[in-house]
Protein backbone atom coordinates (compact mmCIF):
# COMPACT_ATOMS: atom_id res chain seq x y z
CA UNK A 1 0.00 0.00 0.00
CA UNK A 2 2.77 2.44 -0.54
CA UNK A 3 1.54 5.58 -1.76
CA UNK A 4 4.64 7.35 -2.63
CA UNK A 5 8.07 7.69 -0.73
CA UNK A 6 10.64 6.35 0.98
CA UNK A 7 9.56 4.08 3.85
CA UNK A 8 12.13 2.99 6.73
CA UNK A 9 11.42 0.43 9.28
CA UNK A 10 14.13 1.24 12.50
CA UNK A 11 14.62 -1.27 15.06
CA UNK A 12 17.21 -1.69 17.64
CA UNK A 13 18.25 -3.43 20.88
CA UNK A 14 15.98 -1.43 23.32
CA UNK A 15 18.20 1.10 24.87
CA UNK A 16 21.23 1.16 22.11
CA UNK A 17 20.25 4.73 20.95
CA UNK A 18 17.29 3.93 18.58
CA UNK A 19 15.54 6.87 19.76
CA UNK A 20 18.71 8.99 19.44
CA UNK A 21 18.82 8.05 15.78
CA UNK A 22 15.43 8.00 15.12
CA UNK A 23 15.30 12.18 16.23
CA UNK A 24 18.06 12.51 13.81
CA UNK A 25 17.14 10.76 11.05
CA UNK A 26 13.47 13.33 11.41
CA UNK A 27 16.26 16.51 11.20
CA UNK A 28 16.77 15.80 7.52
CA UNK A 29 15.21 17.23 5.16
CA UNK A 30 12.02 16.09 3.09
CA UNK A 31 11.90 13.56 6.19
CA UNK A 32 9.74 12.55 9.29
CA UNK A 33 10.29 10.58 11.89
CA UNK A 34 7.93 8.67 14.22
CA UNK A 35 9.48 7.02 17.78
CA UNK A 36 7.25 4.27 18.34
CA UNK A 37 3.83 5.37 17.80
CA UNK A 38 1.93 2.15 16.97
CA UNK A 39 0.28 0.23 19.40
CA UNK A 40 1.84 -2.41 18.84
CA UNK A 41 -0.30 -4.93 21.01
CA UNK A 42 -3.20 -4.84 18.55
CA UNK A 43 -0.45 -6.57 15.79
CA UNK A 44 -1.86 -9.91 14.51
CA UNK A 45 0.13 -12.75 16.25
CA UNK A 46 -0.34 -15.49 13.80
CA UNK A 47 0.15 -13.79 10.99
CA UNK A 48 3.36 -11.77 10.13
CA UNK A 49 1.60 -10.27 6.73
CA UNK A 50 -1.73 -9.46 8.33
CA UNK A 51 0.67 -7.89 11.13
CA UNK A 52 2.79 -5.93 8.28
CA UNK A 53 -0.18 -5.12 6.28
CA UNK A 54 -1.63 -2.83 9.43
CA UNK A 55 2.44 -1.48 8.90
CA UNK A 56 1.71 -0.90 5.61
CA UNK A 57 -1.37 1.00 6.65
CA UNK A 58 0.04 3.03 9.55
CA UNK A 59 2.68 4.39 7.24
CA UNK A 60 0.05 5.19 5.01
CA UNK A 61 -2.11 6.99 7.21
CA UNK A 62 0.42 9.03 9.42
CA UNK A 63 1.68 10.25 5.55
CA UNK A 64 -1.37 11.14 4.69
CA UNK A 65 -1.89 13.28 8.00
CA UNK A 66 1.39 14.76 7.98
CA UNK A 67 0.91 15.60 4.23
CA UNK A 68 -2.61 16.93 4.89
CA UNK A 69 -1.94 18.61 8.40
CA UNK A 70 1.15 18.40 9.38
CA UNK A 71 0.15 16.02 12.41
CA UNK A 72 1.38 12.58 13.41
CA UNK A 73 1.08 10.25 16.80
CA UNK A 74 4.45 9.86 18.15
CA UNK A 75 6.09 9.44 21.65
CA UNK A 76 7.22 12.72 22.08
CA UNK A 77 8.69 14.99 25.10
CA UNK A 78 7.27 18.11 24.72
CA UNK A 79 5.92 17.88 21.20
CA UNK A 80 9.28 16.68 19.70
CA UNK A 81 11.31 13.45 19.51
CA UNK A 82 13.36 13.12 22.33
CA UNK A 83 17.36 12.15 22.15
CA UNK A 84 16.12 9.70 25.02
CA UNK A 85 13.02 8.99 26.53
CA UNK A 86 14.13 8.94 30.02
CA UNK A 87 15.77 11.45 31.95
CA UNK A 88 18.38 11.87 34.54
CA UNK A 89 15.84 12.33 37.54
CA UNK A 90 15.19 8.85 39.22
CA UNK A 91 11.95 7.76 41.16
CA UNK A 92 11.14 6.48 44.87
CA UNK A 93 12.89 3.25 43.53
CA UNK A 94 15.88 4.65 42.88
CA UNK A 95 14.90 3.81 38.81
CA UNK A 96 15.19 6.96 35.86
CA UNK A 97 12.18 8.41 34.79
CA UNK A 98 10.50 8.05 31.74
CA UNK A 99 9.35 11.54 30.12
CA UNK A 100 8.34 10.70 26.85
CA UNK A 101 4.54 9.62 26.00
CA UNK A 102 2.50 8.91 23.21
CA UNK A 103 0.41 11.65 21.28
CA UNK A 104 -0.11 14.17 18.29
CA UNK A 105 3.09 16.08 17.42
CA UNK A 106 3.41 19.03 14.91
CA UNK A 107 5.67 18.67 12.37
CA UNK A 108 6.65 22.32 11.11
CA UNK A 109 8.77 22.09 7.97
CA UNK A 110 7.88 21.72 3.98
CA UNK A 111 7.15 18.03 3.17
CA UNK A 112 7.09 17.28 -0.57
CA UNK A 113 4.48 14.41 -1.66
CA UNK A 114 7.37 11.93 -1.56
CA UNK A 115 9.25 12.67 1.62
CA UNK A 116 10.68 9.79 3.41
CA UNK A 117 8.90 8.42 6.46
CA UNK A 118 10.78 6.49 9.72
CA UNK A 119 8.89 4.54 12.42
CA UNK A 120 10.67 3.30 15.14
CA UNK A 121 9.77 0.01 17.28
CA UNK A 122 12.14 -2.06 18.71
CA UNK A 123 10.73 -5.33 19.81
CA UNK A 124 7.93 -5.97 17.53
CA UNK A 125 10.02 -4.36 14.71
CA UNK A 126 12.78 -6.97 15.57
CA UNK A 127 10.03 -10.37 16.29
CA UNK A 128 8.86 -9.34 12.96
CA UNK A 129 12.25 -9.01 11.00
CA UNK A 130 12.19 -11.64 8.55
CA UNK A 131 9.02 -10.33 7.16
CA UNK A 132 9.10 -6.42 7.98
CA UNK A 133 13.02 -6.34 5.83
CA UNK A 134 11.33 -7.45 2.71
CA UNK A 135 8.86 -5.44 2.64
CA UNK A 136 10.41 -2.05 4.27
CA UNK A 137 13.66 -0.65 4.50
CA UNK A 138 14.70 -1.98 7.45
CA UNK A 139 17.85 -0.51 10.15
CA UNK A 140 19.16 -2.03 12.88
CA UNK A 141 20.72 0.04 16.13
CA UNK A 142 23.40 -2.09 18.50
CA UNK A 143 25.54 -1.04 21.07
CA UNK A 144 27.93 -2.38 23.53
CA UNK A 145 25.85 -5.23 25.34
CA UNK A 146 27.61 -4.15 28.59
CA UNK A 147 26.23 -1.07 28.50
CA UNK A 148 22.93 -2.23 27.02
CA UNK A 149 22.76 -4.13 30.44
CA UNK A 150 23.55 -1.11 32.36
CA UNK A 151 20.80 1.03 30.92
CA UNK A 152 18.24 -2.10 31.48
CA UNK A 153 19.32 -2.16 34.93
CA UNK A 154 18.78 1.96 35.15
CA UNK A 155 15.06 2.51 33.88
CA UNK A 156 11.80 0.78 34.75
CA UNK A 157 11.09 -0.91 31.78
CA UNK A 158 9.95 -4.82 31.26
CA UNK A 159 13.85 -5.34 29.96
CA UNK A 160 14.57 -4.41 33.25
CA UNK A 161 13.17 -8.17 34.58
CA UNK A 162 14.26 -9.78 31.19
CA UNK A 163 11.16 -9.76 29.80
CA UNK A 164 9.90 -8.04 26.11
CA UNK A 165 6.28 -8.57 25.74
CA UNK A 166 5.98 -6.97 22.44
CA UNK A 167 8.67 -9.37 21.44
CA UNK A 168 7.09 -12.04 23.02
CA UNK A 169 3.93 -11.56 22.19
CA UNK A 170 5.34 -11.89 18.35
CA UNK A 171 7.55 -14.92 19.22
CA UNK A 172 6.27 -17.62 21.08
CA UNK A 173 9.20 -19.65 20.62
CA UNK A 174 11.04 -16.40 22.35
CA UNK A 175 8.42 -16.32 25.39
CA UNK A 176 9.05 -20.07 26.16
CA UNK A 177 12.84 -19.45 26.54
CA UNK A 178 12.34 -16.60 28.71
CA UNK A 179 9.95 -18.73 30.93
CA UNK A 180 12.29 -21.42 31.44
CA UNK A 181 14.79 -19.47 32.68
CA UNK A 182 14.18 -18.31 36.44
CA UNK A 183 17.57 -15.84 36.50
CA UNK A 184 17.15 -12.40 35.84
CA UNK A 185 20.25 -11.52 34.27
CA UNK A 186 20.20 -15.14 32.75
CA UNK A 187 16.58 -13.61 31.19
CA UNK A 188 18.50 -10.70 29.63
CA UNK A 189 21.41 -12.52 28.46
CA UNK A 190 18.81 -14.27 26.26
CA UNK A 191 17.36 -11.55 25.00
CA UNK A 192 20.37 -9.55 24.24
CA UNK A 193 20.99 -12.69 21.71
CA UNK A 194 17.60 -12.97 20.22
CA UNK A 195 17.87 -9.29 18.99
CA UNK A 196 21.87 -9.32 17.89
CA UNK A 197 21.20 -13.21 16.42
CA UNK A 198 17.94 -11.63 14.64
CA UNK A 199 19.80 -9.03 12.87
CA UNK A 200 22.61 -11.09 11.71
CA UNK A 201 20.23 -13.39 9.87
CA UNK A 202 17.83 -10.65 8.40
CA UNK A 203 20.35 -7.53 7.55
CA UNK A 204 22.71 -7.33 5.74
CA UNK A 205 25.95 -5.63 7.67
CA UNK A 206 25.64 -2.22 6.04
CA UNK A 207 22.12 -2.23 7.49
CA UNK A 208 23.39 -2.46 11.10
CA UNK A 209 24.48 0.63 12.48
CA UNK A 210 26.06 0.71 15.66
CA UNK A 211 25.26 3.43 18.62
CA UNK A 212 29.37 3.99 19.11
CA UNK A 213 29.66 4.86 15.35
CA UNK A 214 27.00 7.29 15.19
CA UNK A 215 28.00 8.90 17.89
CA UNK A 216 31.27 9.33 17.49
CA UNK A 217 30.84 10.52 13.21
CA UNK A 218 28.47 13.21 14.69
CA UNK A 219 25.39 11.56 12.47
CA UNK A 220 27.34 10.76 9.61
CA UNK A 221 27.19 6.97 9.85
CA UNK A 222 23.52 7.45 9.97
CA UNK A 223 23.35 9.67 6.85
CA UNK A 224 25.81 7.03 4.87
CA UNK A 225 23.71 4.14 5.79
CA UNK A 226 20.19 5.96 4.91
CA UNK A 227 21.10 8.33 1.79
CA UNK A 228 19.24 11.24 4.60
CA UNK A 229 20.73 14.46 4.49
CA UNK A 230 20.87 14.39 8.59
CA UNK A 231 22.62 17.49 10.29
CA UNK A 232 25.30 16.08 11.40
CA UNK A 233 26.80 17.77 14.96
CA UNK A 234 28.64 16.65 18.27
CA UNK A 235 27.38 13.61 19.84
CA UNK A 236 28.49 12.53 23.60
CA UNK A 237 28.56 8.53 23.97
CA UNK A 238 27.18 7.51 27.71
CA UNK A 239 28.49 3.96 27.56
CA UNK A 240 30.22 4.86 30.82
CA UNK A 241 27.47 6.88 32.16
CA UNK A 242 27.06 7.80 35.81
CA UNK A 243 24.13 6.56 35.96
CA UNK A 244 25.09 3.23 35.58
CA UNK A 245 26.39 1.44 38.71
CA UNK A 246 29.72 0.81 38.22
CA UNK A 247 29.84 -2.36 40.94
CA UNK A 248 27.00 -3.86 39.18
CA UNK A 249 28.45 -3.44 35.53
CA UNK A 250 31.24 -5.46 36.59
CA UNK A 251 29.50 -8.89 37.59
CA UNK A 252 27.09 -7.98 34.25
CA UNK A 253 30.45 -7.96 32.64
CA UNK A 254 31.82 -10.98 33.73
CA UNK A 255 28.24 -12.85 33.09
CA UNK A 256 28.39 -11.70 29.19
CA UNK A 257 32.15 -13.13 29.31
CA UNK A 258 31.32 -16.33 30.43
CA UNK A 259 28.26 -17.05 28.08
CA UNK A 260 28.12 -17.26 24.43
CA UNK A 261 26.15 -14.56 22.34
CA UNK A 262 25.76 -13.58 19.17
CA UNK A 263 26.63 -9.79 20.30
CA UNK A 264 30.05 -11.61 19.55
CA UNK A 265 30.01 -10.69 16.00
CA UNK A 266 29.85 -7.51 16.68
CA UNK A 267 32.08 -6.68 19.93
CA UNK A 268 34.99 -8.18 21.37
CA UNK A 269 35.65 -9.02 24.90
CA UNK A 270 38.34 -6.18 25.23
CA UNK A 271 35.11 -4.05 24.38
CA UNK A 272 33.41 -5.28 27.19
CA UNK A 273 36.87 -5.13 29.69
CA UNK A 274 37.46 -1.69 28.43
CA UNK A 275 33.84 -0.33 29.42
CA UNK A 276 33.73 -1.73 32.78
CA UNK A 277 37.33 -0.89 33.86
CA UNK A 278 36.07 2.69 32.43
CA UNK A 279 32.55 2.57 34.54
CA UNK A 280 34.83 1.59 37.51
CA UNK A 281 37.05 4.95 37.49
CA UNK A 282 34.01 6.81 37.45
CA UNK A 283 32.47 6.48 33.90
CA UNK A 284 31.20 9.65 32.19
CA UNK A 285 28.43 11.97 31.52
Known sequence: MNTGGRRIALTGVPRSGTT????????ADNAVALFEPMEVERLPQDDPEAALDMIDAFFAQSRASLLAQGRAISNH???????????????TDGQRIRQAHRGEIRIDKPLG??????????????ALLPQLATRFETFAV??????????WHSVDLPVTQ?????????????RARLDAEPDRVGRQLLLLDWVFSRYAAYLPPERILAYEQVVASGGAVL??????AV??????ERNASRLYDAGQCRGLAERLLAA???????????DIVDLADGLAAGGGA
Not at 78 to 90: E, L, S, T, W, Y
Not at 142 to 151: D, G, H, M, Q, Y
Not at 223 to 228: C, E, H, M, N
Request: proline share 11%; glycine share 10%; hydrophobic share 35%.
Open 113 to 126: PAFTLVIKHNAAFT
Open 142 to 151: IRNPLAVLAS
Open 162 to 174: GRMPAGERLDPSL
Open 20 to 27: LCCRLLGE
Open 223 to 228: ARATGL
Open 231 to 236: PCRPLE
Open 77 to 91: VGGAVPDNPFGHQRG
Open 260 to 270: PGAWRDYYRET
